[in-house]
């Protein structure tokens, strides 16, 4: 093939989504999909039920692009009232827009902000979407990696990491796949970089509501003098079990709203129509919804942790979100992670997804692999049987 005929360039340095790729050998061998971190259980039956009536009563055309008012509505009601006195500023008409997904969100937020040759600062382990989205914005990746098993926010290296290019700083909290909930402190140094460089912040927080322990989520825009410099990412999918909806939403002060919002028009055009009137309903959902899923998340963490342990893995806590990274090292396995977590699905029955891939850095995440624990009781039960099956076998050779 010839160069003209060739695929672009800008692939060159991409990779296949091992995520993705887990998931596919899952089920091709019948393994436990404790990989890609998507729940096995339903939506709840009142959001259910919204998307049936806006089916069957011809929801079911283009919406308004940014979003259907009610929901822009419902997410600025639903910010303003979880972390107020913060987010007062929220117009749903000018600075919230409904995206097709956290990725689009992260997408469209770059390439509406990035000029070509711009540097964007990744905090890692990160999802691996991050590093494409970059790379489609024209713009340069730098790493700065959360080192175990603390994996804190370290200022010094972020300094360091800044040149005269630095245009933006990307991550995610809370953490996937560490688990990490970053503090206020830490969040406060990184505002204090952004200020003093003159830095956008694009934060990922789809994780919002799933904390455990009495810990507080803080978006960094609340933090002073962030909103104007802060794109905020979330979505509906995590939260309420409903991850194929592809519902994000990006929270922004202009300009870097109608930036985004240029991009998402020319992209996607909207999210689904019927899915965004059953959002309506998720976001209208009691208080009582989210402390029943705070228990049930506690006893999803409580099952896979008391399995790993159980099975030879080593594990910090998760402080929030649905993932553990988890070092293999007493399993008897001469093998990278990559290697590791393969054999762990096709061998043994479960399915993970290699440490290594959430760094760009080398060297970090070797010897790890990322379990998604938001699956039914009984599906972390048999992961559980799984695994000490396959640890014993293990130790034995």
Known sequence: MTRKLAPSSRLDTMKESQIREMTRLALSCGAINLSQGFPDFDPPEEVLDAAARALKEGVNQYTITWGTPGLRAAIARTMRARYSPHFEWVDPDQHVTVTCGVTEGIVAALMGTIESGDEVIIIEPAHENYVPATRFAGGKPVFVPLAPPAYALDAERIEAAITPRTKAILFNTPNN?????????????????????????????????????????????????????????????????????????????????????????????????????????????????????????????????????????????????????????????????????????????????????????????????????????????????????????????
């Open 177 to 397: 796949p560490t688990g990490r909930v970053f503090t206020r402190a830490e969040l406060e140094a990184v505002a204090a970089i952004c200020i003093q460089h003159e830095l956008l912040a694009i934060t990922d927080e789809i994780y919002e509501r799933i904390l455990y322990d009495n810990r507080e989520h803080i978006p960094l825009a609340t933090l002073p003098d962030m909103a104007e410099r802060t794109v905020t990412i979330s979505g509906l999918g995590k939260t309420f079990a409903m991850t194929g909806w592809r519902l994000g939403y990006a929270v922004a002060l202009e300009p870097w709203s109608t930036a985004l919002r240029t991009i998402h028009d020319f992209t996607t055009i909207c999210a689904p129509a019927p899915l965004q009137a059953a959002a309506v309903a998720a976001l209208n959902l009691p208080e009582s919804f989210y402390e029943r899923q705070t228990e049930e998340y506690h006893e999803r963490r409580a099952l896979i942790m008391e399995a790993l342990a159980a099975t030879g893995f080593e594990v910090s806590s998760p402080e929030g979100s649905y993932y553990v990274l988890a070092d293999y090292s007493r399993w008897d396995a001469n093998m990278d992670c990559r290697e590791f977590a393969r054999w762990l699905t096709t061998d043994v029955g479960v399915a993970v997804v290699d440490g290594a891939s959430f760094y760009e850095t080398e060297g970090f995440g070797e010897g790890t692999v990322r379990f998604a624990f938001a699956k039914k009781i009984s599906t972390l039960r048999e992961a559980r049987d799984r695994l000490l099956e396959g640890f014993s076998k293990s130790t034995k050779s």
